[in-house]
């Protein structure tokens, strides 16, 4: 009976030091609403159409361990990429305008930045991908940032938090996507959008190895209090 107890308590340790205890990689939502873009591709429906006001979201998904870093009492900067000579901080992103979602992988450039002085704050994040073939040169580019005039917005990039867009702030958000010939000097494809940001959230993301660490500690910690049932009966 003493062995059941004492192995139940290991495996109970193990699935506590299995969760992470600082954010490795972080998703950041930005909601909102299209101003004003088009969309001669047709990324999001139709080729040709208006992309005013349909509802739109931005997700960044960040590696924290990743890029160049800056940091001082104020500020907190991730940035890198191939244009840089280091790995990109940013993952992945996905922009979502009007129920239609498009993604890609940034590894050209990402840059996750918190800055608070106690007075003025801001957020900003942004992210690129640039491929050549040939003579056409094909760039997706997002850009994100909150500011806020009295200091509520955390200048960590790796503490969870929700800011909402108010009276004391303002926001803005670009997706640009297109594909340009330099033979011809016109642009192949283009689509644009101007977005009004009215939220932003800041998540931690628990890593697969964690996870899976996490759920073996759980599921052998359940069959322990089945052998202690079982031997409880017998």
């Keep these: 009976m003493l062995k059941i107890y004492l192995f139940s308590g290991v495996i109970l340790a193990l699935a506590t030091i299995a969760t992470p205890v600082s954010a490795i990689i972080v998703k950041v939502t930005y909601t909102g609403t299209v101003d004003w873009g088009y969309d001669q591709t047709g990324i999001f429906g139709t080729p040709g159409a208006d992309l005013g006001f349909l509802p739109y979201q931005m997700v960044y998904g960040y590696?924290?361990?990743?890029?160049?870093?800056?940091?001082?009492?104020?500020?907190?900067?991730?940035?890198?990429?191939?244009?840089?000579?280091?790995?990109?901080?940013?993952?992945?992103?996905?922009?979502?305008?009007?129920?239609?979602?498009?993604?890609?992988?940034?590894?050209?450039?990402?840059?996750?930045?918190?800055?608070?002085?106690?007075?003025?704050?801001?957020?900003?994040?942004?992210?690129?991908?640039?491929?050549?073939?040939?003579?056409?040169?094909?760039?997706?580019?997002?850009?994100n940032s909150v500011y806020d005039f009295v200091g509520n917005i955390p200048s960590s990039i790796q503490d969870p938090f929700s800011y909402n867009v108010e009276s004391n702030g303002y926001a803005y958000g670009i997706f640009h996507s297109y594909a340009y010939d330099f033979s011809t000097g016109s642009y192949v494809h283009e689509t644009y959008a101007s977005m009004a940001i009215s939220n932003v959230t800041l998540a931690a993301v628990p890593e697969p190895a964690n996870w899976a660490m996490m759920i073996a500690g759980f599921g052998l910690t359940g069959a322990a209090m089945r052998r202690r049932r079982e031997a409880a009966l017998s």
């Design 63 to 143: 590696d924290t361990t990743r890029g160049n870093i800056v940091a001082t009492p104020t500020t907190n900067k991730l940035y890198g990429g191939d244009l840089t000579g280091v790995l990109s901080p940013a993952l992945w992103t996905k922009v979502t305008i009007g129920g239609v979602t498009t993604s890609f992988s940034p590894r050209s450039y990402g840059l996750i930045w918190g800055y608070n002085d106690g007075l003025q704050s801001q957020q900003f994040h942004e992210a690129e991908h640039i491929y050549v073939n040939k003579e056409i040169e094909y760039r997706t580019f997002t850009q």
